[in-house]
C-alpha cells in the first residue's frame, strides 16, 4: 500500500509570488497617498518577484496548479489594478469620467490579456506573446509617472496625455502583435567575455537615470510589437491586431502553422510566468 501524496502548497515559490502580490498591494497604498515615485518603484520589484516565482519553480521542480493560479491573481493586482489605480491618482482624477474610464479599459485589458495567457499555455509560440504582456505594460504606466515624479511634471497639467498612454498600453496587451519573448536565449550557456562587460555597461547605464532609462525600453518594447508584426506580414487586417489570431500573433500558413506545431510538441514547453 502505498503512502498517500502529503497535501499541502510549497513555500519558496509563492513566497515570491506573495512577496510580487504585497510590492502591487503597497504601490496601490502609496499612490493614494500621493508618493508616486514609491508607488511606481513598487511596481517593478513586483516584475523581479514575478519573474523569480516561476523560474525557482521550474528549478526546485515545484510547480503546481495552485502555484499558477496564485501567480495569476498576484499578477491581476500587481500588474491590473495597481497600475490603473496610480495612473489614475496621479493624472486622471481629475479629467471625471473620462479619467476613471481610461482607467478601467486598462483594469479590463489585464484581465482579458492574463485569461487569454492562461487558456493559451501548451498552445502558443514560446518565441513571441501575443499583446503586451502584463508586466510590461505595467512598467511602461509605472515609468511614465516616475519619469514625471523625477522631472516635476505634474500628472494633472497633462491629464489627457496620461489617459491616452494608460488607454492605448490596455489596448496593446489585448493585440495580435507579437512581442519577443526571449524564452529563446539561453541563459545557462557560455558567453563571450565581452558580453560581460557590455552587461555592466548597461547596468552603469540604467544606475544613472534609472526612470529615464526603464521608461524609454519600455516604450520601445511597446513599439517593437507592431514594428514585428507589420514587418513580417505582408497585408495586415484588422482582425490581425485584434481578432482570434491563428497562433500566437505568427501570422503563418496553414502548412508553416502545422509544421510549428509538430516542432513544439517534440519539445519542452515552458510556461513562463511572465504573462
Known sequence: ????????????PNLLTTAGLFSGFYAVVMSMNGQFENAAIAIFVAMIFDGLDGRV?????TQSAFGAEYDSMADMVSFGVAPALIAYNFGLSELG?????????????????????????GM?????????????????ISGMVWVSMEYDIG???????????????????????????????DWSGKVPFVALLLIMMVFIIVATAPSLVLFIVFILYAIAGPVNTFRTVDKVTLEDVVGEAKEDADFQTDEENTSSNSEKANSDNDASPKN
Open 57 to 61: 519553480a521550474r528549478m526546485t521542480n
Open 1 to 12: 500500500m502505498t503512502n498517500p501524496k502529503p497535501r499541502g502548497i510549497y513555500l519558496l
Open 97 to 121: 469620467k473620462f479619467g476613471w474610464l481610461a482607467a478601467f479599459i486598462y483594469v479590463a485589458c489585464a484581465a482579458l490579456r492574463l485569461a487569454r495567457f492562461n487558456t493559451q499555455i
Open 124 to 140: 502558443s509560440d514560446n518565441r513571441y506573446f501575443q499583446g503586451l504582456a502584463s508586466p510590461a505594460a505595467a512598467a511602461l
Open 155 to 185: 500628472g494633472n497639467d497633462y491629464g489627457v496625455i496620461v489617459a491616452i498612454i494608460t488607454g492605448i498600453t490596455g489596448l496593446l496587451m489585448v493585440s495580435n502583435f507579437k512581442y519577443n519573448s526571449f524564452k529563446e536565449v
